[in-house]
T-cell receptor, first 114, second 113 residues
């Protein structure tokens, strides 16, 4: 069965500094990986995805993620954090069967300090 | 705005009751997914429909059921509610291409008292 791990429940970073939110995955076969963000009392918003191709994926709001097959990781990054980036971030892997449902990590609360 | 709508936004009910949550997918999306978000279980996949047919089941209780109608909207029915069913219920939709992401609605917050 596929799984996703987000080892950090909480990440704090100062505004203007680079940020990284970690994610590791376990799947059989090639992974389809996603990052979503959830603001308070809101639904999940899609940030970016890795399906195939370039290991560095660029997404919305200046976020990017680096796929590393040997380390089975898909870390989310941003060169310069904004206070408005403070939110709950979820990494997800998609089922390779016919249903294609998402399996989510436990989430990482990112706080950007002014 | 993802284009996925869910009603109601909030629902407060008592144990033992039955409720229905509604989801309208994005225009053209044939696939609808239901997820439950709770503090202790995190985000869990419940069930998926594609063009009216059930496609996959996740950690969905037998007290819960769903359906997708010909106009592609979907309903999630929760019965014999327990305190532990209190959670945020999300609907997501996607087209059927293999590499498409899912688009999530704003969720329905269910509180069982």
């Amino acid at each position: 069965a596929q799984s996703v791990a987000q080892p950090e429940d909480q990440v704090n970073v100062a505004e203007g500094n680079p940020l990284t939110v970690k994610c590791t995955y376990s799947v059989s076969g090639n992974p389809y990986l996603f990052w979503y963000v959830q603001y308070p009392n809101r639904g999940l918003q899609f940030l970016l995805k890795y399906i195939t191709g370039d290991n560095l994926v660029k997404g919305s709001y200046g976020f990017e993620a680096e796929f590393n097959k040997s380390q089975t990781s898909f870390h989310l990054k941003k060169p310069s954090a904004l206070v408005s980036d403070s939110a709950l971030y979820f990494c997800a892997v998609r089922d390779m069967g016919s249903a294609r449902q998402l399996t989510f990590g436990s989430g990482t609360q990112l706080t950007v300090l002014p | 705005d993802s284009g996925v709508t869910q009603t109601p936004k909030h629902l407060i009910t008592a144990t033992g009751q039955r409720v229905t949550l509604r989801c309208s997918p994005r225009s053209g999306d044939l696939s609808v997914y239901w997820y439950q978000q709770s503090l202790d279980q995190g985000l869990q996949f419940l069930i998926q429909y594609y063009n009216g047919e059930e496609r996959a089941k996740g950690n969905i209780l037998e007290r819960f059921s769903a359906q997708q109608f010909p106009d592609l909207h979907s309903e999630l029915n929760l019965s014999s509610l327990e305190l532990g069913d209190s959670a945020l219920y999300f609907c997501a939709s996607s087209p059927w291409r293999t590499d498409n992401e899912q688009f999530f609605g704003p969720g329905t917050r269910l509180t069982v008292l």
